[in-house]
T-cell receptor
Framework: EAGVAQSPRYKIIEKRQSVAFWCNPI?????LYWYQQILGQGPKLLIQ????????DSQLPKDRFSAERLKGVDSTLKIQPAKLEDSAVYLCASSLRMLERYNEQFFGPGTRLTVL | AQRVTQPEKLLSVFKGAPVELKCNYS??????LFWYVQYSRQRLQLLLRHISRESIKGFTADLNKGETSFHLKKPFAQEEDSAMYYCALSPGDTGKLIFGQGTTLQVKP
């Protein structure tokens, strides 16, 4: 089966510019996650969707980050305007169901963002 | 506070030596814990989960609630085990993961 797809793989922008990342989860997976991984740290959850509804966005910097999952399939994460500290790898993951603590999450290859 | 701590950034061993990657957690409820692994130029993937009590690629991990630990062990390291290992905690019922900082395992020939 095809895995989680993400694009672009790499992005370099200047501070105060905008950027968007796209994720296509595994077909049939109801839950989608966006994580931010800063160099030298583990992934940190930004937002979690169940179908097209937000389950958890408590760590999303809402003044500059936004995300949507229209039709409960693909998702887009946007940063506007970007700051230097947003330089990180942005990982998308999906899992079959929510409300199940033992769910395996399947990760995409990530988008490496560099903000200059 | 919900937190996962991996005290070692880098663990370097020789092939055939035993390996123990340390993981400590902070969580007031009943934890569900995982180990994820990222091999060079590959995606982050599940290695094993506490609930399954299984051995994957020779690795095992035992939950010690008294010491709030979930260390990953393998009796004889192989060069192909070289990777970044992340311990993760799933709190509550949403399925989200809280990751530790990761430990790079380097197995030398």
């Amino acid at each position: 089966e095809a895995g989680v797809a993400q694009s672009p793989r790499y992005k370099i922008i200047e501070k105060r510019q905008s950027v968007a990342f796209w994720c296509n989860p595994i077909s049939g997976h109801a839950t989608l996650y966006w994580y931010q991984q800063i160099l030298g740290q583990g992934p940190k959850l930004l937002i979690q969707f169940q179908n097209n509804g937000v389950v958890d966005d408590s760590q999303l910097p809402k003044d500059r980050f936004s995300a949507e999952r229209l039709k409960g399939v693909d998702s887009t994460l946007k940063i506007q305007p970007a700051k230097l500290e947003d330089s990180a790898v942005y990982l998308c993951a999906s899992s079959l169901r929510m409300l199940e603590r033992y769910n395996e999450q399947f990760f995409g290859p990530g988008t490496r963002l560099t903000v200059l | 506070a919900q937190r996962v701590t991996q005290p070692e950034k880098l663990l370097s061993v020789f092939k055939g030596a035993p390996v123990e990657l340390k993981c400590n957690y902070s969580y007031s409820g009943s934890p569900e814990l995982f180990w994820y692994v990222q091999y060079s130029r590959q995606r982050l993937q599940l290695l094993l989960r506490h609930i399954s009590r299984e051995s994957i690629k020779g690795f095992t991990a035992d939950l010690n609630k008294g010491e709030t630990s979930f260390h990953l062990k393998k009796p004889f390291a192989q060069e192909e085990d070289s990777a970044m290992y992340y311990c993760a905690l799933s709190p509550g019922d949403t399925g989200k993961l809280i990751f530790g900082q990761g430990t790079t395992l380097q197995v030398k020939p």
